[in-house]
């Protein structure tokens, strides 16, 4: 596997993957998803709200709020706070927590609040996985799209498609011969949430499924072993 055409910024990373495969690609796609862990609430005490809100659909927004931390605290004593009536607009600015060393990302429209409207509530943080649920995923939207080596736009691969013509139904380009001897690569883009930059998404993402990858090959060798 070659990785080129390499743009890592703080929130956001674009890469060209060479000499892989779709499995291998979307392994680490679904890596970045499910198995980075973050911190998020996890449950939400709502003491008053009187708001056309359910309070279901509350406690989903408050925990889609993205929180950063910089350094490992014992989470069971930390607390989100939110006491505030209306008129106004509630952002996740008026969040406050128990503890410094929690970010929260600022300027996330939760709800209008009206007049006579109060909403309070307290947050409980975890740390979790996208695998378990949305609010832990660490990256935003990685996706790939393939193309033959040289073409810097995605193309059709459909099966029926004449070549050198334009898909019907996708509505890409179908390469002529010449380029459909290239070798494929992979265009993966994706970006981050939670703190972590993109190197340390994509590397950390990749540790994972090394380590999946080699529990696997130990839990089939002592299969062998016993028979």
Same mark, same amino acid.
């Not at 600015?93 to 990302?105: G, K, M």
């Not at 033959?148 to 334009?166: M, Q, R, V, W, Y």
């Given at each position: 596997?070659?990785?080129?055409?390499?743009?890592?910024?703080?929130?956001?990373?674009?890469?060209?993957?060479?000499?892989?495969?779709?499995?291998?690609?979307?392994?680490?796609?679904?890596?970045?998803?499910c198995?980075?862990?973050?911190?998020?609430?996890?449950?939400?005490?709502?003491?008053?709200?009187?708001?056309?809100?359910?309070? *279901?659909?509350? !406690?989903?927004?408050?925990? @889609? #709020?993205? +929180?950063?931390?910089?350094?490992? &605290?014992?989470?069971?004593?930390?607390?989100?706070?939110?006491?505030?009536?209306?008129?106004?607009?509630?952002?996740? *600015?008026?969040? !406050?927590?128990?503890?410094? @060393? #929690?970010? +929260?990302?600022?300027?996330?429209? &939760?709800c209008?609040?009206?007049?006579?409207?109060?909403?309070?509530?307290?947050?409980?943080?975890?740390?979790?996985?996208?695998?378990?649920?949305?609010?832990?995923?660490?990256?935003?939207?990685?996706?790939?799209?393939?193309t033959?080596?040289?073409?810097?736009?995605?193309?059709?691969?459909?099966?029926?498609?004449?070549?050198?013509?334009?898909c019907?139904?996708?509505?890409?380009?179908?390469?002529?011969?010449?380029?459909?001897?290239r070798?494929?690569?992979?265009n993966?883009?994706?970006?981050?949430?939670?703190?972590?930059?993109?190197?340390d998404?994509?590397?950390?993402?990749?540790?994972?499924?090394?380590?999946?990858?080699?529990?696997?090959?130990?839990?089939?060798?002592?299969?062998?072993?016993?028979?």
């Open positions: 596997m070659n990785i080129t055409n390499q743009v890592f910024e703080q929130d956001r990373a674009s890469l060209t993957i060479e000499n892989s495969s779709i499995p291998v690609v979307n392994a680490i796609r679904r890596s970045m998803l198995d980075i862990p973050m911190i998020a609430v996890s449950k939400v005490h709502i003491t008053k709200n009187n708001t056309p809100m359910p309070d *279901d659909m509350l !406690s989903h927004r408050i925990g @889609l #709020i993205p +929180i950063y931390i910089d350094t490992s &605290i014992d989470l069971e004593n930390v607390h989100l706070y939110i006491d505030k009536s209306g008129p106004c607009e509630l952002y996740s *600015d008026d969040i !406050s927590c128990t503890s410094d @060393l #929690i970010r +929260i990302v600022k300027g996330v429209f &939760i209008p609040l009206y007049n006579d409207q109060h909403i309070k509530l307290k947050g409980d943080i975890e740390i979790g996985t996208g695998k378990q649920h949305a609010r832990f995923q660490r990256s935003v939207a990685p996706c790939y799209y393939m033959h080596k040289g073409i810097s736009t995605p193309e059709c691969f459909c099966a029926n498609t004449t070549l050198d013509t334009k019907e139904r996708c509505g890409k380009n179908k390469q002529p011969l010449d380029v459909q001897q070798p494929i690569v992979y993966l883009t994706f970006e981050s949430i939670g703190g972590i930059s993109t190197t998404l994509l590397t950390q993402s990749i540790q994972v499924l090394m380590a999946k990858l080699q529990n696997m090959a130990i839990t089939i060798n002592q299969l062998e072993d016993i028979d």
